[in-house]
Each structure stands twice: as C-alpha cells, then as structure tokens.
C-alpha cells in the first residue's frame, strides 16, 4: 500500500471517530435553526449528510404542535495532513512520465493515477511549481532536438521530411502530456492569463528553439521554395509534405515573415522571365490561355498547401507579371486578329483576364473603339464598295453588338464605345452612307424580294434604323427615300404596305412628325386616288352611251390615274410626250370629270412614272407585257410598221434621246435586256445614232405575262444629281431660316457666336466656310449688316 492509500484510510478513520463522538456527546455547543413551514417538507426528507469541514446530524424535538427538526454541524477536530515529501515524489512520478512521452518508451503508469497526482498537487497549491518543472522539462527536451538540424547539410527533400517528423513528434508528444495535466490547464491556466496553455507552450517552444533558428528556418524554407517551383515546372511533389510544413508555419505563427515574403518574391521573380518569354513565343490566344492555366494552377496551391492569408498577394503578384505588364503587347499583337476572326472564346478569356487588373477594361475598350473605327472607314470611304457597303455594315454591326454581349459581359463602357465609334466613322463620308441606306431600304421593301418573311424583313427594318441613329445628315436619307418611296407606290412595286408603315412608324419615332409629314401625305395621296379611280369609273359606267366614252369601251382601256399633292411628292421633270389619241382623250375626260368635282384645282400629267399592261401577239402565241408608259409608246409604233430607226422613233414619240436620255435606256430594254421583244441592227449593248429597230415576232419565253419594266426602279444619274442638288438647296433654306432667327432673337451677335449657335441648331453637318457664304448672302438681301464699329459683329435689319 503507497503513502497516498494511507493519507486517504487516516482522513476516513478521523472522519468516522468524529460522527461516533458526536453521537454520544450532549455537552456541547449547538446551533438551533428555525424552520419556517414552508421548507419543513424539505428538510423532513433529508437523510444522514456530511461535509468536508465537519458532519451534519439531525435531532428531534417534541412540540404540541408537532415534531420540529434540528440541523446540528460539528467541526473535526483537526485537519488532515500530506505525507512527508509527497511533492517530490509525486512530481519525480510525473517526470518520468513525461520523459517516456518524449523518448517514446512505455510508461509504468496508468494514466487515471497520473492525472490524479496532478489534481491532488494542483488542489494543495503546488501549481505553480508544478507548471514551471513541466515547462523546464519540455523546453530541455526541444533544445536537445534541434543538433540534428545543424549538422552538415543534406538533401533539401530529406532535409524537410525530417523537419516534419520531428514536428509530427513533437505535437503528438504536447497532446499525450497535455492529457496528463489537463488538471493543471483547466485550473491554473485559467486562473493565471499571463501563462500559456500546455499546447501553446509547446508551439512557443518548438518556435523559439527550432522553427526560428536562422539555419533551420532558411533550410526549410529553400526546400519548400524548390518544391513549389518544380511542380511549377510540371513535376510531380509532395503535397502532403508541404501542407504539413506550411501548417506549422501557420500554426507557430511565422508564416509571413518567414515565408510568404520569400515565396512571392521568388514568384514574382519566376512569372516575370515567363511572361517576357512566353509573350515572345506564344501568339495572343496560346499566351491567354497559359496565363489562364497558371492561375488556375495557383488557385488549387491555395486550396492543397498554402494559406488562405497568401491569396490576395499571389494572385495579384501573378496577374501583375503576366497580364498588367503586358496589357499593350497583347492589345497591339493580337486584338485586331481576334476581332477580326471572331474569336469568341479568346475574347471572352480575354476580358475576363484583363478585368482582373487596374484599366485593363479601360485599355481593352480603347483598343477596341480604335479597331471599329479602323475597320468601319474601310467600309465606307471606298467607292468600289459602295454596292455592299450597308449590308457589310449591317453584319460588322451585328458581329460587333455580338462580342460585346457575349464576350464582353454586356459592359455598358463597351457598347457605349461601340456607339460612339460607328457614329464617327459612317459619318467619315459625307452623304454617300445616307443615301445607300435609303437605297438599301428601297431594295428590301419593294415587290418581289423574296428574301426574307415579314417577321425577317422587321428584323432588317430595326438594323437599319439603329445604323439611321448615327447619320448626321438625316435629310439625305429623307430625300432618296422620298424618291424611291414614290417609284414604289406609283409603280406598284411595295411589297407590303404594312411593312412601308412600320418603317414609316419607326421614322417618326426617331425624329419626329415634322420628318415624315410629307412622307405620310404620299400615302394618304394614294388612298384618296383609290377613291378617285372608284368614283371615275363609276362616272364612265353611268356614261358609257355617249360619244366621248364609247370608243374606249371598243377598244378595252382601263386608265388608272393616281392624284399627287406636289408639296408632298419629289419633283419630276415636265416632259412633253406624243401620246396615243386614245390615251389623250381618255386623259381629257378624267380631267373634265376631276375639275367638275374640284374647282379651282389644275392638273399636270407626269408621264414618267407611268405603266401600262400591252397585249401582244408573237409566233409562239399572245402574251401580256408589264411595261412603262415610254416603252408602250416605242411598242405601240410597231402597229404600223415592223421596222423604224432611232430617228424615226424620236420624231413619234419625242421622248428625250440625249446620251443618258429616256429614249435609249427606253429602247435598250426592249432590245438589249433579258425580254427582247425589239430586234438592234446591229446587235450590240449600247443604242447608237444609226440603229434601226424591228419587231421580234420570235420571242418567246415560258411566262405569259413578261415584266420588262423594271427600268423605271433604276435611278438614273440625272436623278441622283437632282436628289443631291434638292438637299443642297434645302439645307441652304435651313440655314438662311437658323441665321434670321437668330438675329431676330438676339439683335446683335459677334461671327464667333453666331456660328455656334447654327450648329446647335442645324441637324446636318455644314462646314464653316459654307455658312459664311450663306451670312454674306442675308447681308447682300439685307436681313442683317455688319456693326459699323465691329466688322466681327452682326446687327439684325428688322
């Protein structure tokens, strides 16, 4: 039996000598307690209790009013004692413990009887000498691990698995010991803030004495280093092994300044030579894509081995090296070829790894505004393009609207800049892009284009009018798409009127009633001529016995006429034409029945635009020409002869026979196009002063109804100079109305603030000199004068 069984066996004898004495004794002192009523069947329940300090025992009393209960506590008589020497030979027990912990051989003790012997000193104020023998102890043991370390160097591999075995030990070993003072940790630890607990003061041991030793940290940390940059380099390391080191760093709180510094300077170092390398090496998509990998590669380090704490600076060291330090290199190398090829998915890595550094985005929007407005002139400043220009435009827009929503994450800066640099570029070549949209437009709406279905053809509508939005010279597109507007309604050649109304629609939205109110009354023009046809035939039924209109009746002519306001309509050359009787008297009876309905009124015939349907008999059978009014009067002269010559024909018809006239663009496509009802001696492409003109009484071809009036849809040159000179003398009429207005506002006005004020109020781009010439003009008219003082300064003449 040990000295700690017979301390336990005296204090119970004493304990029970005590109760025994208590019991026989009546001398002594006692303390009465009353009770109160309310506890009495608390303390009734109470059995025999006993307590540290002494023992409790109950006595019982007599009363008339029933049994009271009385509580005595009698003290020991004296204290129990420790055995001699009981702190050495307990704290000898626990060495030795300790010591097999840290030597790893068994212990010759249980573990229950050594966290007792802890308690037992801990609970007679031998803590404190207990926790200073125990931190002695350890910190001996941790000093004498650290001289394998310093001996002579070895492999940095095997170097670094020793390192982690002895930590491995060493945690392994603070645990196991922690579990025998766990006593101590709870009690004293706790009482006292300025101690360590059992485990820190194992990783403050280990940090002071082996982690912070200058030969063994360096060691460790150029292992880990050379690690990291082999498998950088593609090797296969262990991750284990690197975890474990990193994680003691972090646990002993050393991480940062004894390694992370040294790791990102050796990346930093590492990322710059590739990036100077690969930049060299690699085309931009190739070199996207590594940079792309290596960060991807850096971001699963995170996750295996490194600490959290290092990602925000390695990330931004790499992203640094290789985007940041290159971001002109890649924009110069390889935007343009990626914008150019459609390289979706490049670009979308693109922007991707550029919004991860500072301007990145901002470099790769002016880049890209540079690269539109590049591409864009091309498209519009080349005349030899002009054929395709707007569709070519139409499909860059497209393409472009595409990046930007799908590789550029719908960024706002982005399609801002897509606007802006469209904008500068269409308008890059005065007039010519109004005037081919408009043209553009004129194809897609008229009969026959079968391209696309109504749902397609609204889709076009809305490009075009987006591609509208960057005109500065609106009133360009106004006036060809006036004139080819009217060509489509007067020759029957609009697609859909649904469509015509819808792209109308969309005009007014953009800019306003005052644009297409001219363009609205052609088509109110066109239904109140429907009403006008209805009631004219009307008025020939009802008349159809009188003289004047029999013959018409004998000869089968149906006359549409279409009434046109002329402040609505372009304006058409009067040309004087030899007409048919028949079609002159049939003209002067629509006229008699128009001015009976609308005195005051006077009628202008436009034989221009005009088309008829002509019967015609050939060998191979009759067949129905669609043809135009000038081409009916060339055929209809073959009636009476089956031969004529360019000079006969001009004398018949007196339709305009100059070198572009409507004479030999008239005879050309009967004689020369795809439907040769004429016959050219000789046969060539161009209509000469010499040629004569048969009827070709062999044509043939598989339809019945042959259309050979698509002449009237081609612009000649007159009518596109005649467009342009119109829009010229507009905007000359716009600018003299802006110069009076102004005047007549202010009354005096400097040249520099003048010319300021026209171009805020001018829609359609002018230049300086030009609105010079129109002040000087308003000067010589008398609208306004120069000051007598100041020649730079206007006076208004009211």
């Not at 972090?250 to 990346?267: H, M, R």
């Amino acid at each position: 039996m040990n000295e700690r069984d017979n301390f336990i066996l005296k204090a119970k004898r004493i304990k029970l000598i005590e109760e025994t004495k208590l019991k026989e004794s009546n001398s002594m002192d006692v303390n009465k307690m009353d009770i109160d009523d309310r506890r009495k069947s608390n303390f009734s329940s109470l059995g025999p209790l006993s307590a540290s300090n002494g023992s409790i025992s109950r006595g019982n009393s007599s009363n008339a009013k029933g049994d009271i209960r009385k509580l005595v506590i009698k003290n020991f008589k004296s204290k129990p004692s420790l055995p001699e020497n009981y702190q050495e030979h307990t704290w000898q027990k626990l060495k030795e413990a300790v010591v097999a912990i840290q030597t790893s051989t068994p212990i010759t003790y249980c573990l229950e009887e050594l966290y007792q012997a802890v308690e037992n000193m801990c609970s007679h104020k031998m803590d404190s000498q207990l926790y200073v023998n125990l931190t002695g102890l350890a910190e001996n043991h941790v000093k004498a691990n650290i001289r394998p370390f310093l001996a002579e160097r070895i492999d940095k591999l095997l170097y670094l698995k020793k390192v982690n075995e002895c930590w491995q030990f060493h945690c392994q070993q603070m645990i196991m010991i922690r579990s025998i003072f766990l006593y101590l940790d709870r009690t004293y630890v706790l009482q006292n803030p300025t101690v360590h607990s059992i485990w820190d003061l194992g990783l403050e041991l280990f940090r002071d004495h082996i982690a912070t030793n200058s030969t063994v940290q360096s060691r460790t940390v150029e292992g880990i280093l050379m690690l990291i940059e082999k498998e950088r380099n593609g090797e296969t390391v262990d991750r284990t092994l690197l975890k474990s080191l990193l994680r003691m760093f972090s646990d002993l709180q050393i991480y940062k300044e004894a390694f992370e510094n040294k790791f990102l300077i050796a990346t930093k170092q590492l990322y710059q030579a590739e990036g100077q390398r690969k930049m060299q090496e690699l085309d931009v998509p190739e070199y996207l894509k590594h940079v792309d990998k290596r960060l991807a590669e850096e971001n699963e380090r995170l996750l295996h081995y490194l600490d959290q704490c290092t990602k925000l600076q390695l990330i931004f060291t790499i992203e640094r090296q290789l985007i940041a330090e290159h971001i002109t290199g890649i924009l110069q190398k390889g935007l343009d070829q990626l914008l150019e090829e459609n390289r979706v998915a490049d670009l979308s890595l693109l922007y991707s790894l550029f919004s991860r550094v500072k301007n990145g985005t901002i470099e790769l929007c002016t880049s890209f505004n540079a690269f539109i407005k590049t591409k864009g002139k091309t498209l519009v400043i080349d005349p030899e393009k002009d054929k395709t220009m707007v569709q070519d435009l139409l499909d860059f827009k497209d393409k472009m609207d595409y990046i930007v929503c799908n590789c550029f994450e719908r960024n706002e800066k982005f399609s801002h800049s897509l606007r802006e640099a469209f904008e500068y570029f269409i308008n890059q070549r005065t007039n010519k892009p109004a005037e081919l949209i408009a043209k553009y437009v004129d194809m897609k709406l008229r009969a026959g284009n079968k391209e696309a279905t109504e749902e397609e053809l609204e889709q076009i509508l809305d490009k075009i009018m987006v591609l509208f939005r960057f005109i500065h010279g609106k009133d360009v597109f106004e006036a060809f798409y006036k004139k080819d507007l009217a060509k489509r309604l007067l020759v029957g050649k609009s697609a859909s009127v649904d469509a015509e109304k819808s792209m109308l629609s969309k005009l007014k939205q953009e800019c306003g009633g005052g644009f297409t109110s001219k363009l609205e009354g052609m088509f109110k023009d066109m239904e109140l001529s429907k009403d006008i046809n209805i009631a004219f035939r009307q008025y020939v039924e009802g008349n159809a016995n009188s003289k004047d209109l029999a013959q018409f009746y004998a000869i089968g002519i149906d006359m549409t006429v279409n009434i046109l306001t002329m402040g609505y309509w372009p304006t058409y050359p009067v040309m004087e034409v030899n007409m048919p009787p028949q079609l002159v008297e049939y003209q002067n009876v629509f006229t008699k029945f128009y001015l009976a309905k609308h005195s005051g009124r006077k009628l202008q015939w436009q034989p221009t635009l005009g088309h008829c349907v002509l019967k015609a008999r050939f060998d191979q059978g009759p067949k129905d020409l669609q043809v135009s009014l000038f081409q009916s009067l060339v055929l209809l002269l073959f009636n009476d002869c089956n031969e004529m010559s360019l000079e006969e024909i001009l004398q018949a018809t007196n339709i305009e026979v100059s070198v572009d006239g409507e004479l030999r663009r008239t005879l050309q496509s009967l004689a020369c196009g795809k439907a040769r009802v004429l016959t050219k001696i000789p046969k060539s492409r161009e209509v000469e002063d010499n040629d004569r003109f048969k009827f070709n009484n062999e044509f043939t071809a598989k339809l019945f109804r042959i259309k050979i009036n698509s002449i009237q849809m081609k612009e000649t040159n007159e009518e596109q100079k005649a467009t342009e000179e119109r829009v010229y003398q507009d905007r000359q009429y716009q600018i003299d109305a802006a110069v009076v207005r102004i005047m007549k506002m202010r009354k005096t006005l400097s040249h520099n603030l003048l010319i300021s004020e026209l171009y805020k109020q001018l829609s359609f781009p002018v230049k300086p000199a030009d609105l010079k010439k129109r002040i000087e003009s308003l000067i010589d008219r008398d609208y306004m004068e120069r000051d007598k003082d100041n020649q730079n300064q206007y006076n208004y003449v009211a």
